[in-house]
């Protein structure tokens, strides 16, 4: 299983970034089920959620960013998508996808670097 994050970089404050993470090495009856989610680790920091996506369309959002990030997926592309609106220099983080499949089998990405200068 391998998940590869792309999307990060330096945007301003108030700007969007909308984050990818595309799964392979898996099947779509392995995919589908899982529970997907993005993670976010800044510098000196521990590694939190930013948002959650069951396979029942079920969302969880940490305080700080519900209103502004949405979480998305696409089963047929075995993507995992995180739309990130009005952005602010708080926001500035390593990203990691996530995923659990229904096995409890947790595997991460890489992470990709977003970036909102204060």
């Known amino acids: 299983v391998q998940l590869v994050e792309s999307g990060g970089g330096l945007v301003q404050a108030g700007g969007s970034l909308r984050l990818s993470c595309r799964a392979s090495?898996?099947?779509?009856?392995?995919?589908?089920?899982?529970?997907l989610a993005w993670y976010r680790q800044a510098p000196g920091k521990q590694r939190d959620l930013v948002a959650r996506?069951?396979?029942?369309?079920?969302?969880d959002y940490a305080d700080s960013v519900k209103g502004r990030f949405t979480i998305s997926r696409d089963n047929s592309r075995k993507m995992i998508y995180l739309q990130m609106n009005s952005l602010k220099p708080e926001d500035t983080a390593v990203y990691y996808c996530?995923?659990?499949?229904?096995?409890?089998?947790?595997?991460w990405g890489q992470g990709t670097q977003v970036t909102v200068p204060s």
């Open positions: 996530n995923m659990v499949d229904i096995r409890g089998i947790n595997d």
């Open positions: 090495g898996m099947i779509t009856s392995v995919f589908n089920p899982a529970t």
């Open positions: 996506l069951a396979s029942g369309s079920t969302t």
